[in-house]
């Protein structure tokens, strides 16, 4: 007799591959966890994208036409820190887990930046402009961490955001739709390609922007806040940039 054919894996598709990747990265970071997980990830294995498929190319954005009803809606979250996060990940392109990163000391007040670890470059410093600025200095300080409970950062609000879309009448949209979202919507004012990668910490693809631009915050901040101030307005969101941004309150956990 052969030997004992091996059973097929299980056809968890793209999606829920993509979710058992990150959950063995995250066991592989946990303490209690990483010595029970292979050192590499057997699920970025080339036999797992073989048994997997790959996954597809994501499509979910926000378009001009749909800002008006999720910032509507996004904003009446009873939540002030999971509204404001969320309006953030729109209005900066960021990763989501890089926003939810975010601490205190990582907003200059003083020259108008915010400093993001990154992923891809350890850390970038992007403008903080003025709406942004606002809804930042308007959360309480519970600790480190500008959203925050305690003194951790929140968790990703998947479930508040998909409830506010469902009431804009956007389902689908997903955290990452959001930063999706700042690139698609940038083409509507011709923004530089480079200027949006940039401030989204995207690699530099062209020879050109690999070696020699080099732009600086306020540089950045001059396409930024053009952009930021258009979102607004197409949104209906009443906003006068020349006012003094919120005191920061201080509170206890």
Request: charged share 25%; proline share 8%.
């Amino acid at each position: 007799m052969g030997a004992a054919r091996r059973p097929a894996p299980p056809d968890i598709g793209p999606p829920g591959a993509r979710l058992l990747r990150a959950f063995l990265s995250w066991c592989a970071e946990h303490p209690d966890y990483k010595t029970i997980v292979p050192a590499q990830n057997p699920a970025k294995s080339r036999r797992a994208r073989e048994a997997l498929g790959k996954a597809g190319v994501k499509s979910d954005a926000l378009m001009r036409g749909q800002l008006t009803v999720w910032f509507a809606a996004v904003r009446a979250i009873g939540n002030a820190g999971i509204s404001a996060y969320l309006q953030t990940l729109l209005l900066t392109g960021a990763r989501p887990g890089e926003l939810l990163g975010l601490r205190w000391d990582d907003m200059n007040v003083q020259w108008h930046g915010l400093t993001i670890r990154d992923k891809v470059e350890g850390e970038r410093v992007i403008p903080l402009t003025p709406y942004v600025h606002h809804l930042l200095a308007g959360l309480p300080r519970r600790g480190r961490y500008l959203f925050s409970a305690t003194d951790k950062p929140l968790s990703y609000p998947q479930r508040p955001h998909g409830k506010a879309c469902a009431v804009a009448g956007v389902e689908g949209l997903t955290l990452h739709g959001l930063r999706r979202s700042f690139k698609s919507l940038s083409e509507w004012l011709e923004l530089p390609v480079g200027v949006i990668a940039q401030i989204q910490g995207h690699k530099p693809s062209a020879t050109a922007e690999k070696h020699y631009t080099v732009r600086p915050l306020d540089l950045l901040r001059l396409h930024h806040e053009k952009f930021e101030a258009w979102i607004l307005e197409q949104a209906g969101v009443k906003f006068d940039a020349s006012t003094e941004p919120g005191k920061l309150r201080a509170m206890t956990a």
